[in-house]
């Protein structure tokens, strides 16, 4: 996210990386790594497991209404692979 | 949002998001000594997340709702089952007026651990600690219960150091077994994990001139004495009593000095006490300082004078006044705190 500055970390919840603290509108990015696994795991992060999927990082992102914009940001050690992608707007 | 009301709101959040970020990194460190310091700073956290929230005219549901998570979140990672089960509390009020599929996703992460932790909460919580606890600071158990209830309380402690009122406890236990070291710690823990509570630091100055070298002792009070106007009236009531005990072995003039130190404290106490008992309490100071400076002995009578006449006759009549009132006078809030947590 060239030039966005980091206004707020947060744990307990996503997003973990907050550029805009406006209520009700956040903006940022929900971050995931893995040590391996590669697009497998980071789909399974992603996507959820079981059929029908659960708890997915894009569904929970999705049914989020106090979010004005979200990115995902999710990695991969072993094999060295990245995904990211923009969910809202 | 105005400007003003949004950089109070971030400055609150930034700062609390480093504490978290230090206190992440102090857990990863794994010893004893670096996990209490992140309990610590995550306590720091939860608090400042809700200060950022007061900043805020108007908050949205939502809003509410996730600070609460981040605050319970701060809670259990921070080690503290009953705090971040009062939260929990608060999250449940919160939900209203959310979404239900945005307030599940926003609780997806927290849910899991909160639970586990409550769990294992309740696993460490054996029936010995809890009668311990609901005993409270003032009642003796026999030297065998309280034994087994120090192991238990030592293994809560061990897997959550940020339970500030179970420190409180150890210091208790640590009192009765003579251990002033220990005391003292474990009551310095409980107040680094809630700076804001005044029962503690009231306890900490009934504590003092017992635990602390004479010296040491003396600087604690200097540290109070600078805001006792304005301090809660369980402070002032203990600042009273620990200036008393000091000026025992004092030269007459800086005795004098102290009693009129405890004579203000015990003033300022007066004009802000909302308890009959707290205020009866002070009152008995206020007698026995009158007593002091007219160069009388004071008795037990006082304290039927002051209104406190059914404490008095379960003591036996020459029993010394003031240690009656310090040993007392430290269970006035305390132990209604511990019946009501319990």
Known sequence: MPGRRVAHMQMGMAPDILFDLTPGALRGVE?????????????????????????????????RVDLAEVHLSLWCAAPRVSIMERLKP | ??????????????????????????????????????????????????????????????TLLSSRVEECWCFVEGRD??????????????????????????LSRLAPQFRAVQQEFARLATPRLIASWNAGPGVSLSRTEDAKARKDLDAMLARFPGLANFWAMRCHLAERDGDKPGAWDALGRAR??????????????????????????????????????GAAPDICLM????EVVLARGARPDERALRWGHARVAAGAGQARANSLRLRRYLTAVQFLLDDLFAGREPTMEILYRAGLGEAAAM???????????????????PGAEFGEAA
């Open chain 2, 81 to 106: 089952p009953l705090r971040a089960a009062a939260t929990w509390g608060e999250i449940m009020q919160a939900w209203e007026g959310v979404e239900d599929a945005t307030a599940g996703a926003i």
């Open chain 2, 192 to 229: 680094q994990l809630d700076p804001g509570d005044t029962t503690l630091a009231a306890l900490a100055l009934g504590l003092a001139p017992w635990a602390l070298p004479p010296a040491e002792a003396e600087q604690h009070l200097a540290g109070v004495w600078g805001t006792i106007e």
């Open chain 2, 239 to 242: 600042y009273a009593l620990a």
């Open chain 1, 31 to 63: 971050t995931a790594g893995r040590t391996s696994g590669g697009r497998a795991a980071l789909a399974t992060i992603r996507n959820g497991t079981g059929a029908p999927a659960r708890g997915g990082k894009r569904a929970q992102l999705l049914a």
């Open chain 2, 1 to 62: 949002m105005n400007p003003v009301v949004h950089d109070v709101y971030e400055l609150s959040l930034a700062s609390s998001g480093k504490l978290k970020l230090r206190a992440k990194a102090l857990l990863a460190e794994g010893t004893p000594d670096a996990v209490f310091r992140a309990c610590v700073l995550l306590h720091e956290a939860a608090r400042g997340q809700r200060r950022a929230i007061y900043a805020l005219p108007t908050c949205p549901p939502v």
């Open chain 2, 315 to 333: 003591e036996k009549p020459d029993a010394n006044v003031v240690d009656f009132l310090t040993a007392h006078a430290r269970r006035v809030s």
